[in-house]
DNA sequence: TATTGTTATACTCTATAACTATA
DNA sequence: TATAGTTATAGAGTATAACAATA
């Protein structure tokens, strides 16, 4: 048996390679990078934001979340409206066309997942889960 | 239960991201990326190369290794040498600092193996292994 | 005064193209 | 001619700092 904790490690760590590289791919392909996705992502979780909240949640710059928005307003995924309270302020909104972007991602995760545990069964899936949780949570105590 | 394929799927993509962010701090910490970190480990399993061999293998232009090397070697950890029989390429070469590096950071990812898979049993880890690597094999198939 | 988002500027990483020196 | 590695230049992504408008 050669199920060592480290190869365990170096296999996850292929998975991390893959896996991040897939989704990019899927990205690009549809004009997006981690840093834009991930900011449709927290519009769509939290609704119409100002730049300053985006900037704290995606922990980059404020001048980096106006070339974010540059880059999705450009395709034409988000807008930029007034603020009602603080004329400083911008709301930043999703437009449908932004909704149906993360619509069609999630379709393609949901696609994607599917496939890959067809052949894994309900029992070996769930006992897959809890070790992922459990290396998961010792990975951010250690880490934090 | 929850065990869904989808949950396995946003949990390994968590698991990717904190994985990836713990590695490169890693190397940070080191004056590595993850760039300079895949160089230094071509050389250690392939010994001492040419430039046009390493650009092939990290998949990236000849001028790409040029910086890469210029900071490896500003910092000790490579060297470059004249090519035997071809007067025109280079050798480049792990200096014992480079190795010693190299040691280091295969030590530090052993006790984080360890550490991680501390309270996993040895027929989980086994089952945890053995699914890793069927998605691993069923998410190569798809993306290539 | 403090805060929101911008313009101006710089740094890192990577790429393409032109060039030098060999082969 | 073709190849190995360089210099010159450009583009994407992010950062800091100075600034304008507003609170």
């Not at 710059?61 to 988000?78: E, F, I, S």
Request: glycine residues 6%.
């Amino acid at each position: 048996m050669s199920a060592t904790p480290e190869t365990a490690y170096e296999r996850m760590f292929e998975l991390a390679v893959v896996l991040s590289d897939a989704m990019d791919q899927g990205l690009a392909e549809r004009g997006l990078n981690r840093s834009r996705a991930e900011l449709l992502w927290r519009l769509h979780h939290q609704g119409p934001t100002t730049q300053r909240d985006l900037s704290e949640a995606l922990r980059c710059t404020p001048r980096n979340v106006t070339g974010l928005l540059d880059a999705l307003q450009a395709n034409g995924l988000v807008e930029r409206a007034a603020h009602p309270t603080d004329r400083r302020a911008t709301l930043v909104t999703l437009t449908g066309q932004g909704r149906s972007l993360l619509g069609e991602l999630h379709t393609r995760q949901q696609a994607s997942a599917s496939e890959l545990f067809a052949e894994i069964s309900a029992g070996d899936l769930e006992s897959f889960l809890a070790t992922l949780d459990h290396v998961l949570a010792a990975l951010r105590a250690t880490t934090a």
